[in-house]
């Protein structure tokens, strides 16, 4: 039984009720971002109910100077950034006692954290945290209410703090000030609401640009956009929500950069930047599914990235571009060529651009070419040091079969040849080198030498090769399972409760299952795993680890949740720029399943599945503006072509 903590108030929001119930004390965390800014909140709720809260405040074009004192790597992570307690905040004033918001009633996330105090003085104080989605400040709002029947006057004692630093763009201001009337009256039921910003400013910049309520309209803009697109219905409402929310977290995390809008993982240490596994090869190919304006073209920059990058004389491709794009990660192999091949043809496949894929055909070519070149005597992509793992030849394959399918739209038949007989090879010198029989289980290893169970098995899944899908699934959910999610490797010598976890190793487990026909066993893990991580202790995303990284709420996560929807239930799987094949699976615990304003070929539509009662069968329907375009009957988990024209 999956302990929780929070409960669903409606399609798109959760709220944890504090009450003699409630599981006490409470840790939460949840960032928030926007294209010049983004904050970690963290809080925590104590026995007896009262809240702290510690807001992480992070600028990631401001680069800062690194200390003599600190370890070199300390540049890749040198933000302009700040922390502030609650010991930075306004006055409020009443009768001549200071009102202090500190025990809590509940708490509500929407795509903003809401936390609702109880009453003092029957004053009622909620304060909001949210971000501009488009200037250099967050916003804790607060919003006061009068619960009695007399009229209540406030005095307020406004907080205003400056600090100033020197940095690789010029001077940098960080401020935190609220913007309260000096004192105001409050009749019944009325309310009153202020901001606090906490925010930063360049050289010149003015922080008049500060405005709560049009950060607050632009939030909401945002929000709305994101449950309108890609909308998903099924009869799960956990699961339903949760999709909700990771669209949010994947999208908001997109940041202006000398590169163009870029999409970046976030979690305290990856800004500004775009990196080989995480942009390339994860969240670049669900943008184009989500059809939001600036994640595609956030993920189009990241591609162009990394082509003006390609080496001049055959070596490795970077496998990260940091610091705002200005530091070159060039120094270790980590199989960035392989996940360039996968993640560039699978998101030019999916956008169906032929412009696009035309301009970054060099980038896909050069990529395949290195690997090619970088196979071992068994055929097996190795990295410079001799070493050869799982991953990357799975990425390696998925890259040749979808980029066999950009040369055949491109025109390039005698590239499509060579891909196409390269990925037939490859496929079998994966059975070849890396299948084995480990805790009596045939599956895979993850490099030479290694005897244990480790969690990137299930990487040959999400790229459609099943042939040992029996005991890779048992292994994944059966001995790496924990009711955290996958394990990252099995050993004796470790508790399994003290073991590290991996999100996306248990996020590509779950794509790959739906992928390969294991549905109603991976629809009771996805509802498991998507219940822990809306409802339970760390709410409200997907995270990086646990317990190391301090779960971290990493955004391509998300993006990677959204698509075990996209690519394993519904198999989404792009054949052309104007072709895709379908090959839905309901779970038997479902009756139907519907996904609005779905981007197909660049088409948005809508996609209804609804089981034919007492069969294996469904029917799907498909919606363009409304207009039926296909109504057809198939078998649970047979394949159906789109093509549009």
């Not at 599981?23 to 983004?38: A, F, H, I, N, W």
């Not at 670049?284 to 989500?290: D, E, S, Y």
């Not at 059975?431 to 993850?446: H, I, K, P, S």
Request: with cysteine; charged share 20%.
């Amino acid at each position: 039984m999956v302990p929780t903590y929070w409960k669903i108030s409606d399609i798109n929001s959760i709220t944890l009720p504090v009450n003699a119930s409630t599981q006490l004390p409470y840790t939460g965390q949840m960032e928030l971002s926007g294209r010049k800014v983004s904050s970690i909140i963290d809080y925590e709720i104590d026995s007896l109910g009262v809240l702290r809260v510690n807001r992480d405040v992070i600028f990631p074009q401001l680069r800062t100077y690194p200390r003599s004192n600190e370890p070199e790597w300390k540049k890749y992570r040198a933000y302009f950034r700040r922390n502030y307690s609650d010991a930075i905040r306004p006055k409020i004033i009443l009768n001549d006692t200071l009102l202090v918001p500190s025990q809590i009633d509940s708490v509500t996330i929407s795509g903003m954290l809401r936390f609702y105090h109880s009453p003092i003085k029957d004053i009622q104080i909620i304060r909001t945290f949210y971000p501009s989605m488009d200037q250099r400040f967050i916003v804790e709002e607060y919003q006061l209410s009068n619960t009695s029947d007399s009229v209540k006057t406030l005095k307020f004692s406004n907080v205003s703090l400056t600090q100033k630093e020197l940095g690789h763009k010029g001077n940098y201001t960080h401020q935190a000030f609220s913007t309260a009337l000096d004192s105001i009256q409050l009749a019944k039921n009325e309310t009153y609401s202020f901001p606090i910003y906490y925010g930063a400013t360049l050289d010149e910049e003015r922080k008049s640009s500060f405005n709560h309520q049009q950060a607050l309209r632009t939030r909401q803009s945002f929000l709305d956009e994101m449950y309108s697109k890609l909308q998903l219905e099924t009869p799960d409402p956990v699961i339903n929500t949760f999709f909700y929310f990771s669209k949010i977290r994947a999208a908001e995390s997109i940041f202006d950069s000398s590169m163009g809008i870029v999409h970046s993982p976030g979690g305290g240490n990856y800004y500004a930047g775009v990196w080989a596994n995480d942009q390339i090869a994860h969240s670049g190919p669900f943008f184009p599914f989500l059809g939001y304006v600036q994640g595609n073209l956030a993920a189009y920059h990241a591609y162009v990235k990394f082509l003006k990058h390609l080496p001049k004389d055959g070596s490795r491709l970077p496998h990260a571009f940091e610091m705002d794009g200005m530091l070159v990660m060039d120094h270790l192999d980590r199989g960035a060529a392989a996940m360039v091949a996968y993640g560039t043809s699978l998101y030019l496949l999916t956008s169906g651009d032929e412009r696009d894929a035309e301009k970054l055909w060099p980038l896909i070519t050069y990529a395949i070419e290195y690997c090619h070149d970088m196979r071992n005597k068994d055929g097996v992509v190795q990295a410079t040091s001799g070493k050869s793992n799982l991953a990357t030849s799975s990425l390696y394959f998925g890259g040749l079969v979808y980029a066999s399918r950009l040369a055949a739209e491109l025109g390039k038949t005698v590239k499509q040849k060579v891909f196409q007989r390269r990925a037939e090879v490859l496929k079998q010198d994966i059975e070849n080198y890396f299948g084995a029989v480990l805790d009596g289980l045939e599956t895979y290893r993850q490099d030479d030498g290694n005897t244990q169970l480790g969690h990137w098995i299930s990487l040959p899944l999400a790229m459609g090769i099943d042939d040992r899908k029996e005991g890779t699934l048992r292994a994944l959910f059966e001995r790496l399972w924990t009711p955290n999610g996958v394990l990252v490797q099995t050993s004796t010598n470790i508790p399994q409760k003290e073991s590290v976890i991996l999100d996306r190793a248990t996020l590509h487990a779950l794509r790959g299952a739906f992928r390969v026909g294991l549905v109603d066993t991976a629809y009771a893990k996805l509802a498991a795993y998507s219940k822990k991580r809306l409802l339970g202790e760390r709410a409200p995303y997907a995270i990086e680890a646990y317990p190391g990284h301090m779960t971290k709420q990493l955004s391509t996560e998300s993006a990677l949740y959204c698509r075990i929807i996209t690519e394993g239930v519904l198999g989404m799987e792009p054949i052309g720029f104007k072709t895709t094949e379908l090959r839905p699976k309901l779970p038997e615990a479902w009756n139907f399943l519907e996904l609005k304003d779905v981007y197909i070929s660049g088409k948005p539509l809508t996609i209804t599945l609804n089981r034919v009662e007492r069969t294996n069968t469904i029917q799907v329907q498909i919606r363009i503006q409304g207009r039926t375009v296909l109504d057809k009957n198939i078998v649970n988990g047979d394949p159906l072509l789109l093509r549009f024209f």
